[in-house]
């Protein structure tokens, strides 16, 4: 098996069992009370930008999307960064 095919299978893997993930992290995280948001991205790290990224939250899709606003904004301030690793 390729390099290739490994990192298709595991991203597969990773997004068929992204639900029981955030219902893992959220519990760790979280326990009985609702305090802390999270969104756990999905993405192949050996293709070039514009590739389809999954994600899954314990959050609505609208209180998720300001989130991930708030830390573009952030990174955007800062000196550039490259690569994905």
């Not at 955030?22 to 802390?36: F, I, P, Q, R």
Request: charged fraction near 20%; charge should be negative; include cysteine.
């Amino acid at each position: 098996m390729s390099d290739a095919e490994t990192m298709s299978g595991n991203l597969r893997a990773a997004i068929e069992h992204s639900q029981d993930i955030a219902k893992l992290l959220d519990t760790l995280l979280n326990g009985s009370t609702k305090n802390v948001g999270f969104a756990l991205l999905f993405f192949p790290l050996d293709t070039i930008d514009g590739t389809l990224v999954n994600y899954v939250s314990n959050c609505e899709r609208g209180s998720m999307a300001v989130a991930l606003k708030e830390v573009l904004a952030r990174w955007q301030g800062q000196p550039e960064m490259s690569g994905r690793t």
